[in-house]
């Protein structure tokens, strides 16, 4: 069973790769809002550290257009992939994972250039 799971999310991460794929297109369009969504978050509570549970139920309150959590947790991983900058994961001990996520002192630069990723 667990072979035809790492299939599939090869399947999957192959046809996110490929240029034209709509499902691709769809997710980078996302970016730029999810970026803002997660800013204003981390504006509003102050924070730079918040557990992935946590982050995952704010955005998913905030964004009325995201309704699975597997929506989320991929857009999450583009950005962390895009932004390393600004978002990393980290494990802790006891297997929850948290986000650090760092002030900017230009958002709309990191803004711009998810824009341009699409």
């Not at 549970?53 to 905030?62: G, M, Y």
Request: net charge negative; charged share 25%.
């Amino acid at each position: 069973m667990q072979a035809c799971d790492a299939t599939a999310r090869i399947n999957d991460a192959q046809k996110l790769t490929q240029p034209n794929s709509e499902k691709r297109k769809a997710i980078l369009d996302c970016l730029p809002t999810m970026f803002d969504t997660i800013h204003l978050i981390c504006q509003s509570t102050d924070c730079s550290l918040i557990t992935k549970q946590q982050l995952v139920h704010k955005i998913i309150s905030n964004n009325l257009d995201i309704e699975e959590t597997s929506e989320v947790e991929e857009l999450l991983g583009l950005l962390e992939e895009l932004v390393p900058g600004w978002m990393c994961k980290k494990s802790t001990c006891n297997g929850e994972f948290l986000y650090c996520i760092k002030r900017l002192p230009d958002p709309d630069s990191v803004r711009t250039r998810l824009s341009e990723a699409v």
